[in-house]
Nanobody, 122 residues
Framework: QSQLVESGGGLVQAGGSLTLSCTASTRTYGLYHAWFRQAPGKDREHVATVDWSGDVQYYSEFSQGRFIISRSDAKDTVYLQMNSLSPDDAAVYYC????????????????WGQGTQVTVSS
């Protein structure tokens, strides 16, 4: 029974947009949340991180300017708005949470969702 549940994945054409959601089933006060992605045969890589307030965001280079990470007003849902998608963005996208501060290393994150598939056609 995961504490984080992703949704919103699907098939989009190159150049299109998609918004993913991650909903927490427990209290989220003080937690950082992040999106990671993993394509077949590749390592899991960091996409974006947001602090608990939602005011501080961190982006990996490939997502900077194209993706937006945000929180709901109630702080229980984290979104990833993805724009200008390309086939290189196709992957399983995972939501993660941790205490303390941001990190780009998957092993530093404590809680994980099951992932949602994003497919981009060219």
């Amino acid at each position: 029974q995961s504490q984080l549940v992703e949704s919103g994945g699907g098939l989009v054409q190159a150049g299109g947009s998609l918004t993913l959601s991650c909903t927490a089933s427990t209290r989220t006060y003080g937690l950082y949340h992040a999106w990671f992605r993993q394509a077949p045969g590749k390592d899991r890589e960091h996409v974006a991180t947001v602090d608990w307030s939602g005011d501080v965001q961190y982006y990996s280079e490939f997502s900077q300017g194209r993706f937006i990470i945000s929180r709901s007003d109630a702080k229980d849902t984290v979104y990833l708005q993805m724009n200008s998608l390309s086939p290189d963005d196709a992957a399983v996208y995972y939501c993660a949470a941790k205490l303390g501060g941001p990190s780009q290393r998957p092993s530093d994150w404590t809680w994980w969702g099951q992932g949602t598939q994003v497919t981009v056609s060219s």
